[in-house]
Nanobody, 122 residues
Framework: QVQLVESGGGLVQAGGSLRLSCAAS????????MGWFRQGPGKEREFVAG???????DYAVSAKGRFTISRDNAQEMVNLQMNSLKPEDTAVYYC????????????????WGQGTQVTVAS
């Protein structure tokens, strides 16, 4: 079992930045693939960014160049630095953990946090 708790969401103006954090506890964090997903109003949950246990990263097209995912295995934390935010980035952001080596498929993630709201005002 892995417990995930997100923090850092909030309201920001377009063009601004936010840093989301995810604190993990439970089973071995260092071996887990970690990801960030988001779900906007009336939309399906979608992949944003992922980081493998060795630090390899994947990004959605919408996130590439603006968002940066990182992990601190010693602190059991995963962060998502979001810059140049746009109104279309408004969503609930979820941290997730997977036993797969690498995946952007939400159905291959086993554990989820409760989510944190990000609202970008135009």
């Amino acid at each position: 079992q892995v417990q995930l708790v997100e923090s850092g969401g909030g309201l920001v103006q377009a063009g601004g930045s936010l840093r989301l954090s995810c604190a993990a506890s439970g089973r071995s964090f260092t071996s887990a693939l970690m990801g960030w997903f988001r779900q906007g109003p009336g939309k399906e949950r979608e992949f944003v960014a992922g980081i493998t246990r060795t630090g390899g990263t994947d990004y959605a097209v919408s996130a590439k160049g603006r968002f940066t995912i990182s992990r601190d295995n010693a602190q059991e934390m995963v962060n998502l630095q979001m810059n140049s935010l746009k109104p279309e980035d408004t969503a609930v952001y979820y941290c997730a953990a997977s036993s797969y080596a690498r995946s952007t498929d939400k159905d291959q993630y086993d554990y989820w946090g409760q989510g944190t709201q990000v609202t970008v005002a135009s």
